[in-house]
C-alpha cells in the first residue's frame, strides 16, 4: 500500500507541472498581444517596447515561462490589470468563498443523492425507484444555471424570502456566520447540489441494486440477518466507490462553480474568472485557473489516498 | 469433392525432414511497476525448450497451469517474439535471412484457442469468421464463401444452417467447431490446439476428438495437442511433451512415457490422475505446495524443491536430458548414471 | 463488417443462401423501436431540430426585428404567441430559430470528440506499449481541469464566438471519449479473436476495420450520446456567460442572459429559453439511456 500511495504521490508532480503549462499558454494562445491587455491600443511604439521588456515578453517562450513559474511558487501571481492589486490576495480571498459554496451545496447533493439511490436501488424496479431516477433524470438535466434563475423568480421576486445577490447583505464580501449570511446561501447552494445530487442518486442506485443481486445478500438473508444487518453489509461495498464519485464531483463543483456564482454574484473564483474575462485582464484569468486547477489535482490526489483506507481490496496490492 | 482452390503448402523437406524443430526457445517478461515503471526481474515464461515435430504427428504438450504452455503455442505462431532460440519449419528457418518469413510461416500454422466464444468475432457470423483467413489470402468474397461453406461442412456444421449465425447462438461445441474449421480453412500443414477441448463437456469432448482425428487424416496435418488433461493427451499423442516451468523435463512416445515415466514431475501428474479402480484410489496428494514462482526460478533442477528424491547435485546443478530408451528423454539426473546422483533410479522407483 | 460486404467485383456463380440470423445492429433497432420513452424523446427532438431548421417556413417572422413598443410584450399578446423579449422582438421566432445554434453546440462537439476522441483512443488501445502510454499520459492532463472550468478557460483565452465555443467544448470532450476508446479497445485487442485475425496474416489496418471498430464503436458511442446534453447545457453556459454566441444571434443561452433583467417584470417570458435548453437536454439524457439498455445486452 505505501507503494500506491507514494506512487499516486509522485505522479501528481508531472501532471501538476502540466497543468501550470497550459495555465502559462492560455495567455498566449489568446488572439492578439498579451501586450494588449495591459497597453493602450494608441501607445507609442517606443513605450510598447519598454513594457514588453518590463513584462519580458521579449523573451523566448520556455525563459517567460520559468520565470512565471518560479514567481508563482513563491506565491507572486501578477497584478491584476483593472486593479492593480496582487492577484494572489484576490484569488485566495474568493477561494474561501468558493470552497464554502461547494461543501455545502455538495453536502447537500450527496446527501439528497445517497438517499434517493439507496432508496431507488432497494426498491429496483417499483415504483419509487422510478419517481427516484426522474429526479435524478431532472438532475442531470436540468441547466443549473436556468434553475437559479428560476429561483430567484419564486423566492426573491415574487415571495421575496430570499435574496438574490451576493454573499451577504449590502453586498458584503466577507463572509461570516450569522442568520444574515446564512440566508445569502441557501439558493446558490440548492442550485448547485441538483447535479451531483442526480449524478450520486444514479451511481449509489446502481452500486445498491448491483451489491442486493449478489449471492453474498442471499446467503446473508439466509443466515436470518434482519434487513438492517444486511444494509450494513450493502453499504459497505457501495462506501468505496461512491466516496470516489464523491471526490470527482466536489472537484467539479469547486471549479465548475462560474455559472452559479455568476448567476447569483457570488463573491466567489468563479466570479473573479468571469470579471477578469471581460475586462480582458489575463494575469486574473491565469492566476485564477491556476489556483483552481491546483485545488482540483489536490482534491483529486486526496480521494485516492484515502481510497485504500476504505477499500480493503486496494489495501492488499 | 474439394471445390477449394486454394490448396496446401507442398511438402518441401520430403517425409524424413521434420516439419518443426524448436532449439532453446527463451522468452521472458519483463514485470512493469515501481516508481517509474523499471523492470523488477521477468517472468521466466519458457526457458530453453527444445524438440522436433514429424510429419503426421500428434505431440501432446502437458504440464499444470502456468508452465508455458500457452506462451509455448503463441512463440510458435510468432504472436510473441522470442527472446532467443530457433524455430526451423520444414527445413527453413522463421525469421533467419535465408528461412520464411512470419506471413509465410501462418499460412502454414493455425492456432484454435480453449475460449470458444472470445475466439469469434460476436458480430461477425459464423461464415464470415471462416472466409476471413481466404479473402485476406486474396480470394473473392464469393470463393471464400465457398471454401468457408465447404470447410464448415468438413466440421460438421450444414453450412445452409450455421453460415449465417452469430457465435452466442452456438453450443460451446458448435463453436468450437467454427474455430477449427478457421484455423483449418487456409490449409495450414501445422494446428497447435491450445487447450482447444478442454472447457467442453467430456461427451462433446469426445466427438471433437474425434472430428480433429478425421480431419488429421483427410488434410494430412500435423497436431500439437496442449493440455492439461492427461488422459485426453494419451487418447489422441503419438508422443508426449511434459514442461514444468518453461522448461521440458521429459519427452517421449505415449505409451512408453505413460507406462514408464523416468522424471519424478511426470510419474507425479500421472498418479494425480484419478483412477476409475476404487482399490487403486489416491490417497496422497502426490505433489505438495505450489510451483515455484516463475520469476525467481531455484537454481539446479526446477523441480528439486518439491522432489521427494531431492539431493544435494539436484540443487547445485541442471539435469541435461538423457536418452532412456529409444526416443523417450528424461531432464534428471536420476536418469542419468554419470551424473553423480548417489542412489540408483531402481531403489527410488516404487 | 461482413466479409462479403468487402467484396470487389467478382464474376464467381452466386454463393448457395444461407439462412443469416439478425444482426446485432438491427437487433437494437428493435429494441429502440418498442421503447416508448426513447420514441417519445427522439420524437421530441425531430420536432424541435425540424423546427429549427423549417424555422422561417414555419413561423415566417422575423426574430432580429425590434420594437420598442413591444418590449417585453406577455405571453398570448396579439402577434407575439410567446411574448417578446427586452428589445420586442418575438419569443416564438427567436426560440425557433434559437434551435439550430443550441442543437449545433449540444452536437457538433460530440461528433467531432467522437471522431477525434475515438481515433486517439482505438490507435492507443490497439497500439498499447509506449505509444499508448505517450498519448494517455498526456491525455491525463486535461482530466486535471474540471470540465466547466477547461470550457471557460478556452473559450476565454480564444474569445467568444460559436467557432470557438465548439473547439472548447471539443477539447473538453476529446480526453473522455479517448479514454473510454482505449480501455475498450485494451479488451478487446486482448481478445482470442484477434489472435486469431493476426494468424489468418492480416495487416493491422484491416484487423482494426474488420474486427475491433464493430467490438468497440457500441460503447465509444453509448458514451458519446450521454455527452450530448452536457455539450448543450455547458454549450449555452458559455452563451449565457457572453463566451460563446454574440448578440443578436438567437440562441437559448444568450437569451437567457439578455434576459436575466427581466425577471421581475416578466418571469414567464424570461424562464422560457431556459426551459427550451432543459427539455432538450432531458430528451438527449433519456435517449441515451434508452439506447444504452438497447445495446446492453451479449452479443
Request: glycine fraction near 10%; charge should be positive; proline fraction near 6%.
Amino acid at each position: 500500500m505505501l507503494g500506491y500511495l507514494l506512487k499516486r504521490l509522485t505522479y501528481t508532480v508531472p501532471i501538476t507541472l502540466a497543468v501550470t503549462v497550459v495555465c502559462f499558454l492560455l495567455v498566449h494562445i489568446a488572439p492578439g498581444d498579451p501586450l494588449n491587455a495591459v497597453a493602450p491600443a494608441d501607445a507609442p511604439a517606443e513605450v510598447v517596447e519598454a513594457l514588453k521588456a518590463a513584462y519580458g515578453f521579449d523573451r523566448p517562450l520556455p525563459v517567460q515561462y520559468a520565470k512565471w513559474l518560479g514567481r508563482a511558487v513563491a506565491g507572486d501571481l501578477g497584478r491584476s490589470v483593472a486593479t492593480g492589486r496582487p492577484v494572489a490576495g484576490e484569488v485566495l480571498s474568493a477561494v474561501g468563498n468558493t470552497l464554502l459554496l461547494a461543501v455545502v451545496g455538495g453536502a447537500a447533493g450527496f446527501l439528497g443523492g445517497t438517499l434517493l439511490g439507496c432508496l431507488a436501488g432497494y426498491f429496483h424496479k417499483t415504483r419509487i425507484d422510478r419517481v427516484a431516477s426522474a429526479i435524478s433524470v431532472v438532475g442531470v438535466s436540468v441547466p443549473h444555471y436556468w434553475l437559479g434563475l428560476l429561483l430567484t423568480i419564486i423566492f426573491s421576486a415574487r415571495l421575496n424570502w430570499l435574496p438574490a445577490m451576493g454573499a451577504g447583505p449590502g453586498g458584503s464580501g466577507n463572509w461570516t456566520w450569522d442568520l444574515a449570511h446564512a440566508r445569502h446561501l441557501v439558493l446558490p447552494a440548492i442550485t448547485l447540489s441538483v447535479i451531483p445530487m442526480g449524478i450520486i442518486t444514479r451511481t449509489v442506485r446502481a452500486l445498491v441494486a448491483e451489491v442486493l443481486s449478489q449471492e453474498f445478500v442471499q446467503a446473508l438473508r439466509a443466515k436470518g440477518l434482519r434487513d438492517g444487518q444486511v444494509f450494513t453489509h450493502v453499504a459497505k461495498n457501495v462506501a468505496p466507490t461512491a466516496l470516489a464519485v464523491m471526490g470527482v464531483q466536489l472537484g467539479y463543483l469547486i471549479g465548475g462553480s462560474i455559472l452559479v456564482e455568476t448567476v447569483f454574484a457570488w463573491p466567489g473564483t468563479g466570479f473573479l474568472l468571469n470579471i477578469a474575462i471581460f475586462q480582458r485582464d489575463l494575469p486574473l484569468l491565469q492566476g485564477a485557473i491556476l489556483v483552481l486547477c491546483l485545488v482540483f489535482v489536490g482534491l483529486n490526489l486526496l480521494v485516492d489516498l484515502i481510497q485504500p483506507f476504505i477499500d480493503p481490496r486496494m489495501r492488499r496490492n | 469433392m474439394s471445390l477449394i482452390p486454394h490448396k496446401p503448402a507442398a511438402d518441401r523437406g520430403g517425409p524424413a525432414q521434420p516439419l518443426l524443430i524448436v532449439g532453446s526457445l527463451r522468452k521472458y517478461f519483463p514485470i512493469r511497476g515501481g516508481l517509474l515503471g523499471r523492470g523488477h526481474g521477468a517472468v521466466h515464461a519458457v526457458d530453453g525448450v527444445g524438440f522436433q515435430l514429424g510429419k503426421g504427428e500428434i505431440l501432446g504438450v502437458v504440464g499444470e497451469s502456468g508452465c508455458g504452455k500457452s506462451t509455448l503455442a503463441r512463440l510458435l505462431a510468432r504472436l510473441i517474439e522470442p527472446d532467443d532460440g530457433e524455430v526451423i519449419f520444414d527445413g527453413d528457418g522463421v525469421g533467419a535471412a535465408d528461412g520464411i518469413g512470419v506471413k509465410e510461416l501462418r499460412r502454414n500454422l493455425q492456432l484454435v484457442f480453449q475460449d470458444s466464444f472470445a475466439s469469434l468475432n460476436p458480430r461477425m457470423t459464423v461464415e464470415d469468421s471462416v472466409a476471413f483467413g481466404p479473402r485476406i489470402h486474396g480470394q473473392s468474397a464469393a470463393d471464400a464463401i465457398r471454401v468457408a461453406h465447404d470447410m464448415l461442412a468438413r466440421v460438421g456444421l450444414e453450412p445452409s444452417r450455421f453460415g449465417g449465425r452469430y457465435p452466442h447462438e452456438l453450443s460451446g461445441g458448435q463453436r468450437q467447431r467454427v474455430n477449427i474449421a478457421r484455423a483449418l480453412v487456409t490449409r495450414p500443414r501445422l494446428v497447435i490446439l491450445d487447450e482447444a477441448v478442454s472447457a467442453l463437456d467430456k461427451s462433446v469432448q469426445a466427438q471433437v476428438l474425434n472430428l480433429l482425428l478425421d480431419l488429421k487424416e483427410e488434410l494430412n496435418l500435423t497436431y500439437i495437442f496442449i493440455s492439461h488433461d492427461l488422459n485426453v493427451v494419451q487418447y489422441i499423442s503419438d508422443r508426449v511433451l511434459v514442461m514444468y516451468l518453461g522448461q521440458v523435463v521429459e519427452i517421449g512416445p505415449v505409451d512408453c512415457l505413460y507406462r514408464d515415466a523416468r522424471h519424478p514431475y511426470t510419474r507425479a501428474l500421472l498418479s494425480a490422475v484419478p483412477s476409475m479402480d476404487p482399490e487403486r484410489r489416491t490417497r496422497h496428494s502426490p505433489l505438495t505446495g505450489d510451483p515455484p514462482n516463475p520469476v525467481n526460478p531455484p537454481p539446479g533442477c526446477r523441480f528439486h524443491q518439491r522432489c521427494p528424491h531431492a539431493r544435494t547435485v539436484c540443487a547445485a546443478a541442471v539435469p541435461k536430458p538423457v536418452e532412456v530408451a529409444p526416443g523417450h528423454r528424461a531432464a534428471c539426473f536420476m536418469a542419468n548414471p554419470a551424473s553423480g546422483y548417489d542412489s540408483s533410479p531402481a531403489e527410488v522407483g516404487r | 463488417m461482413s466479409v462479403t460486404a468487402l467484396a470487389t467485383s467478382s464474376a464467381a456463380p452466386p454463393v448457395a443462401a444461407t439462412a443469416r440470423s439478425r444482426g446485432y445492429w438491427s437487433g437494437v433497432g428493435r429494441r429502440i423501436l418498442r421503447d416508448p420513452l426513447t420514441m417519445g424523446c427522439a420524437g421530441v427532438l425531430l420536432l424541435i431540430a425540424a423546427a429549427a431548421v423549417l424555422a422561417p417556413w414555419i413561423l415566417p417572422v422575423d426574430p432580429y426585428k425590434t420594437s420598442m413598443l413591444h418590449r417585453l410584450a406577455p405571453m398570448g399578446s396579439a402577434g407575439y404567441l410567446l411574448g417578446a423579449d427586452e428589445l420586442g422582438r418575438d419569443m416564438a421566432a427567436r426560440l425557433i430559430h434559437g434551435g439550430r445554434l443550441s442543437l449545433m453546440l449540444g452536437v457538433l462537439p460530440v461528433v467531432f470528440a467522437f471522431v477525434i476522441g475515438g481515433s486517439i483512443g482505438i490507435l492507443a488501445g490497439f497500439a498499447g506499449g509506449w505509444l499508448n502510454m505517450v498519448l494517455m499520459r498526456s491525455l491525463d492532463v486535461f482530466y486535471a481541469f474540471p470540465s466547466v472550468l477547461l470550457a471557460v478557460a478556452i473559450s476565454g483565452a480564444l474569445g467568444s464566438g460559436m467557432s470557438n465555443s465548439i473547439i472548447a467544448l471539443t477539447v473538453v470532450f476529446v480526453p473522455q471519449i479517448s479514454r473510454v476508446a482505449e480501455s475498450v479497445t485494451t479488451q478487446v485487442r486482448s481478445l482470442d479473436y484477434v489472435e486469431a485475425a493476426r494468424m489468418s496474416g492480416a495487416s493491422a489496418f484491416t484487423i482494426i476495420r474488420a474486427h475491433v471498430l464493430g467490438n468497440v464503436m457500441g460503447p465509444i458511442f453509448v458514451y458519446a450520446t450521454g455527452l450530448v446534453s452536457v455539450s448543450l447545457i455547458l454549450g449555452s453556459g458559455l452563451s449565457f456567460l457572453g463566451l460563446g454566441v454574440k448578440p443578436p444571434e438567437p440562441e437559448w443561452g444568450l437569451m437567457l442572459t439578455t434576459l436575466r433583467s427581466a425577471i421581475y417584470v416578466n418571469p414567464a417570458v424570461a424562464a422560457l429559453p431556459g426551459a427550451m435548453i432543459f427539455v432538450t437536454s432531458m430528451c438527449f439524457n433519456l435517449m441515451a439511456d434508452g439506447i444504452r439498455s438497447a445495446m446492453d445486452t451479449k452479443a
